[in-house]
């Protein structure tokens, strides 16, 4: 996500696409391939950059309902399907974040994430956290 003001720590974070994709390479890719054990050091870093980035989401739907505006857009189903993975791998403190995990659940409720969707994916060989698919997680 690029800051609302324009700023940007590129050493602190290169954006949630890519934090969740260096966690699913550590948690899920390493396990499910054969390639390796996961790296605890690159796991932890991967979720201070998490929380770096959900200040940041915390710090947009305090000030609106949805992540561009007032009204539900394309932002928000691209950035739910990041943090549907990292919510499939059980890498989101949810209690920590409220305001997050409301948007999220108007997110997840929706038809194309409940029941055709994200929610009815499941990754062969690694099981998602117990939570993954309750709409009241």
């Known amino acids: 996500f690029q800051a609302e003001d324009g700023i940007r720590d590129s050493v602190a974070s ?19 391939f054969k390639i390796g054990q996961p790296d605890s050091g690159a ?4 979720l201070k950059k998490i929380k770096f980035h ?6 947009l739907l305090e000030k609106r309902n949805w992540l561009a505006g007032e009204k539900m857009s394309l932002a928000d189903f ?3 399907g990041h943090i549907s993975a990292l919510d499939y791998i059980g890498d989101i403190d949810w209690q920590s974040k409220p305001i997050i995990k409301e948007w999220y659940a108007k997110i997840k409720s ?3 994430f409940r029941t055709a969707g994200l929610l009815a994916d499941l990754v062969p060989g690694f099981v998602p956290a117990s939570h993954y698919s309750d709409l009241d997680f």
Request: no cysteine.
């Open 54 to 59: 959900f200040d940041y989401l915390e710090w």
């Open 14 to 32: 290169r954006g949630l696409g890519d934090v969740y994709k260096r966690q699913l390479n550590e948690r899920v890719y390493k396990k499910i």
């Open 110 to 112: 929706r038809p194309a």
């Open 78 to 80: 691209s950035a739910a």
């Open 43 to 46: 796991i932890k870093e991967g």
